[in-house]
Protein backbone atom coordinates (compact mmCIF):
# COMPACT_ATOMS: atom_id res chain seq x y z
CA UNK A 1 0.00 0.00 0.00
CA UNK A 2 1.23 3.38 -1.11
CA UNK A 3 1.02 6.32 1.72
CA UNK A 4 0.29 9.26 0.67
CA UNK A 5 -1.00 12.40 2.35
CA UNK A 6 -3.05 12.91 -0.85
CA UNK A 7 -6.89 13.26 -1.77
CA UNK A 8 -9.51 13.06 -4.39
CA UNK A 9 -12.57 14.54 -3.30
CA UNK A 10 -15.18 15.02 -5.66
CA UNK A 11 -19.23 15.90 -4.92
CA UNK A 12 -21.68 17.90 -5.87
CA UNK A 13 -21.39 21.18 -4.75
CA UNK A 14 -25.01 22.01 -3.20
CA UNK A 15 -25.46 23.00 0.14
CA UNK A 16 -26.95 19.58 1.07
CA UNK A 17 -23.29 18.11 0.59
CA UNK A 18 -21.37 20.12 3.00
CA UNK A 19 -21.79 18.07 6.16
CA UNK A 20 -21.10 15.01 4.43
CA UNK A 21 -17.50 17.25 2.88
CA UNK A 22 -16.46 17.69 6.02
CA UNK A 23 -16.57 14.72 7.98
CA UNK A 24 -14.98 12.93 5.08
CA UNK A 25 -12.07 15.81 5.12
CA UNK A 26 -11.98 15.42 8.77
CA UNK A 27 -11.69 11.72 9.21
CA UNK A 28 -8.50 12.32 6.19
CA UNK A 29 -6.88 14.91 8.86
CA UNK A 30 -7.29 12.81 11.65
CA UNK A 31 -4.50 10.64 11.09
CA UNK A 32 -2.40 13.69 10.54
CA UNK A 33 -0.25 15.31 12.28
CA UNK A 34 -0.52 19.23 10.92
CA UNK A 35 1.85 21.15 13.10
CA UNK A 36 3.29 23.90 11.04
CA UNK A 37 7.42 24.95 12.81
CA UNK A 38 7.38 28.15 10.94
CA UNK A 39 4.23 30.39 9.83
CA UNK A 40 5.68 33.29 8.62
CA UNK A 41 7.89 30.77 6.42
CA UNK A 42 4.85 28.44 5.45
CA UNK A 43 2.92 31.82 4.92
CA UNK A 44 5.64 33.12 1.86
CA UNK A 45 4.54 33.08 -2.05
CA UNK A 46 6.26 30.34 -3.72
CA UNK A 47 7.79 28.93 -0.45
CA UNK A 48 7.42 25.09 0.06
CA UNK A 49 8.66 22.08 2.14
CA UNK A 50 8.94 19.88 -1.05
CA UNK A 51 10.69 21.33 -3.84
CA UNK A 52 11.94 18.60 -5.30
CA UNK A 53 8.16 17.83 -6.07
CA UNK A 54 7.96 21.34 -8.08
CA UNK A 55 5.44 22.11 -6.04
CA UNK A 56 4.50 26.03 -6.49
CA UNK A 57 3.95 26.61 -2.84
CA UNK A 58 0.88 29.19 -3.43
CA UNK A 59 -1.46 27.23 -0.42
CA UNK A 60 -1.23 29.95 2.14
CA UNK A 61 -0.78 32.86 0.16
CA UNK A 62 -3.78 32.21 -2.18
CA UNK A 63 -5.49 31.65 0.64
CA UNK A 64 -4.36 35.00 2.14
CA UNK A 65 -5.26 36.86 -1.23
CA UNK A 66 -8.99 35.40 -1.54
CA UNK A 67 -10.20 35.17 2.09
CA UNK A 68 -11.20 38.33 3.89
CA UNK A 69 -9.58 36.89 7.22
CA UNK A 70 -6.78 34.75 7.67
CA UNK A 71 -5.18 33.70 11.12
CA UNK A 72 -2.66 30.40 12.17
CA UNK A 73 -1.94 29.47 15.42
CA UNK A 74 0.81 26.55 15.71
CA UNK A 75 1.99 24.40 18.76
CA UNK A 76 4.47 21.80 18.72
CA UNK A 77 2.90 18.29 20.09
CA UNK A 78 -0.74 20.29 19.92
CA UNK A 79 -1.14 20.80 15.96
CA UNK A 80 -2.43 23.44 13.63
CA UNK A 81 -5.56 25.57 13.62
CA UNK A 82 -5.53 27.97 10.29
CA UNK A 83 -9.00 29.59 10.45
CA UNK A 84 -10.41 31.44 7.35
CA UNK A 85 -13.32 34.31 6.82
CA UNK A 86 -14.93 34.71 3.50
CA UNK A 87 -17.83 37.31 3.49
CA UNK A 88 -20.41 36.11 0.76
CA UNK A 89 -22.88 39.22 -0.03
CA UNK A 90 -26.48 38.00 -1.67
CA UNK A 91 -27.63 40.51 -4.27
CA UNK A 92 -31.22 40.81 -4.32
CA UNK A 93 -32.72 41.44 -7.53
Do not use: C, W
Amino acid sequence: MNNTNEMLLEIQSVSRNESFARMVVAGFVAQLDPTIENIQKAMEPLYTTRPELERSGMGFAFMEAFMDELSVDSKPGEGTTVKMQKRIHQVLR
